[in-house]
């Protein structure tokens, strides 16, 4: 299966009127980022002004086999166990999107957020999760807690890994993460340097909606100021669009897609600042990871993951 999508050098007027052929691509540069542990007050940015900054593309194809293979590990604990999770795994990211700033933490004042929490209620989503998600938003927006970043590498050092943490408490979460870390025979790295930070936004075409397609979302994302266009399969192997943004841009492109009329043809799924690896490890090709390097990964995953101050974990592997 081929990613479909956009990047950098051919002009914008030339990409959108290209035919569905031409439009298949993916961001690849470096970034200079690093430090194995960073701290700030703020790890997202607010949504600014709306701009319709003329960007330009060119387009080539890309594999997406390694991604798919991954997904696949990541969730192989059992069909029911595997499918609950990546379906909480889903609605809490719509509570975190629907929590970012400057949004309000009210449902009614807040209709994303009330829908969030009702699929949340009726999905049977512990109430643990949803108070964490909004104990961290409330510690961010109070200045009580601080965003933390830590930079490590799996067992076998291929693996990087940037773990994202809200805390009121670096120097405890810092031992956490380590002893997290330790157990599975990962370690802190610099590793800032394989990622970019970029804003990414996932969508699912509604169904019955005939101006539900890729090419009119390629169309769309482009105009309102898209780096990356691409169809992927996300942790619970379904697929979905993925737009990839300048992280200032992350906000406008968010609401651009989800406001009349475009709010018909896509369901927003996720939109947050995202770590994207520019040089992905590939499960089972060579130079990159075997599967069972890949599920020692995921278990090193899910028990950061049990930490109450961990946020998310990124990875470079597909």
């Known amino acids: 299966m081929a ?19 031409c439009r298949m691509a993916a961001l690849r540069s470096r970034s200079g980022w690093a430090g194995t542990f960073i701290a700030s007050q703020n790890v997202v940015s607010s949504i600014p002004t709306f701009g319709t900054t003329s960007r330009s593309f060119t387009t080539s194809p890309t594999a997406t086999s390694g991604h798919s293979r991954w997904s696949k590990i990541r ?3 059992g069909a029911v166990d595997s499918a609950r999770g990546a379906f ?5 990211a719509e509570v975190h999107t629907a929590l970012r700033p400057p949004n309000s933490p009210d449902p009614l004042l807040n209709p994303r957020l009330a829908a969030a929490l009702t699929k949340a209620k009726e999905a049977g989503l512990p109430k643990a999760l949803v108070e ?6 409330k510690k961010l927006a109070d200045g009580t807690g601080k965003a933390v970043t830590f930079e490590a590498t799996g067992a076998g050092g291929k ?3 940037i773990i994202e943490c809200v805390t009121e ?15 599975s025979g990962s370690k802190a790295s610099n590793v800032g340097f394989l990622f970019e930070r970029k804003g990414r936004i996932w969508l699912e075409p509604i169904e019955g909606n005939e101006a539900a397609t890729f090419d009119s979302l390629f169309d769309v994302a482009a105009e309102g100021g898209a780096e990356d266009v691409r169809e ?24 651009l897609l989800t406001s009349a009329p475009h709010d018909a043809a896509y369901s927003l799924r996720s939109s947050e600042l995202a770590y994207v690896a520019t040089d992905p490890v590939v499960v089972g090709e060579e130079g990159g990871v075997d599967e069972d390097q890949a599920q020692n990964i995921g278990k090193t995953i899910d028990a950061l993951e049990e930490e109450p101050d961990v946020v998310k974990v990124w990875t470079n592997m597909e």
């Open 3 to 21: 990613i479909r999508g956009l990047t950098h050098a051919a002009s914008l007027a030339s990409a959108v009127h290209a035919g569905p052929s």
């Open 75 to 77: 969730h192989k604990k």
């Open 88 to 92: 909480y795994s889903r609605v809490m």
């Open 132 to 137: 964490s998600a909004f104990a961290r938003a």
């Open 159 to 161: 693996v990087a890994m």
């Open 169 to 183: 408490n670096p120097a405890r979460t810092n031992s956490k993460v380590k002893e997290a870390l330790s157990k």
């Open 232 to 255: 992927v399969e996300a942790d619970d192997e379904g697929m979905v669009w993925e737009v990839i943004t300048a992280p200032n841009d992350l906000g406008s492109l968010t609401s």
